[in-house]
Nanobody
Framework: QVQLVESGGGLVQAGDSLRLSCAAS????????MGWFRQAPGKEREFVVA????????WYTDSVKGRFTISRDNAKNTVYLQMNSLKPEDTAVYYC????????????????WGKGTLVTVSS
C-alpha cells in the first residue's frame, strides 16, 4: 500500500552537495516518522537520519551531524535529505523508509522501503 520513490542520487566529488527526495504514497504519511538509511558496497544497511511526523524532532547518526539535514513537506508527501560536504565514505545506496513509530527507525523495524538511489562520492 505504501510506496516510496527516491530520487536525486548521482556521482559527485568530495566536498560537493546533493539533495535527495523521497515521494511517498499511502495512508497517513503525515503521522509516521520518516528516515533515510544507506548501504555501502559489501556492508549492512545502516541508519542515517530520521524525522518525526511533525518535523519537530530529528535524529542523526554521528557521522553525518552538521553535514546532512532531513526535512519533510507533509502537504507534498515528500521527505528530503540535504547532504553537504560529502565524503567518499558517504558512498552508498540511500533508502527512504517509513518507520512504525517514534524512535523506531531501525533496519529491523522499518515497515516500508524505497528501492534506493545511488550516491557515489569520488575523492
Amino acid at each position: 500500500q505504501v510506496q516510496l520513490v527516491e530520487s536525486g542520487g548521482g556521482l559527485v566529488q568530495a566536498g560537493d552537495s546533493l539533495r535527495l527526495s523521497c515521494a511517498a504514497s499511502g495512508r497517513a504519511f503525515n503521522i509516521y516518522p520518516m528516515g533515510w538509511f544507506r548501504q555501502a558496497p559489501g556492508k549492512e544497511r545502516e541508519f542515517v537520519v530520521a524525522v518525526s511526523s511533525s518535523a519537530v524532532l530529528k535524529w542523526y547518526t554521528d557521522s553525518v551531524k552538521g553535514r546532512f539535514t532531513i526535512s519533510r513537506d507533509n502537504a507534498k508527501n515528500t521527505v528530503y535529505l540535504q547532504m553537504n560536504s560529502l565524503k567518499p565514505e558517504d558512498t552508498a545506496v540511500y533508502y527512504c523508509a517509513q518507520c512504525p513509530g517514534a524512535s523506531a527507525c531501525r533496519t529491523d523495524l522499518v515497515n516500508y522501503w524505497g528501492k534506493g538511489t545511488l550516491v557515489t562520492v569520488s575523492s
